[in-house]
């Protein structure tokens, strides 16, 4: 299985940006489609972005949908999100997993189980 790292939370206030990245040490993550989840205190995962391994099509929740992006960074073999204008409602731990045909990320995380540790992203004035 391949074993996903995500890094670049940390406290910002809001409107400001953060840029997570998903690293894998063992697979090329161009193979893969990858998505970004995350989860707050007391709510459920949800599907944040996804990326497609074929053509690189990028897929976002309505509510980040002009305010993020994903990317791929090849030379880091990362899939990045950069996220921008962030607010008082998107503090969570964010996670990214491997995510065939961004099937989670449709359909919801619900039965994925192979989550990694993920990264604390908190909006605070």
């Known amino acids: 299985q391949v074993q996903l790292v995500e890094s670049g939370g940390g406290l910002v206030q809001p409107g400001g940006s953060l840029r997570l990245s998903c690293a894998a040490s063992s697979s090329t993550l161009d193979y893969f489609a990858v998505g970004w989840f995350r989860q707050a205190p007391g709510k459920k995962r949800e599907g944040v972005s996804c990326?497609?391994?074929?053509?690189?099509?990028?897929h976002y929740s309505e509510s980040v949908k002009g305010r993020f992006t994903i990317s791929r960074d090849n030379i880091k073999n990362a899939v990045i999100l950069q996220m921008n204008n962030l607010t008082l409602e998107e503090p969570a731990v964010y996670y990214c997993?491997?995510?065939?045909?961004?099937?989670?990320?449709?359909?919801?995380?619900?039965?994925?189980?192979?989550w990694g540790q993920g990264t604390q992203v908190t909006v605070s004035a």
């Open positions: 990326i497609t391994k074929s053509d690189g099509t990028t």
């Open positions: 997993a491997i995510d065939p045909g961004c099937f989670f990320f449709r359909i919801g995380p619900a039965q994925y189980t192979n």
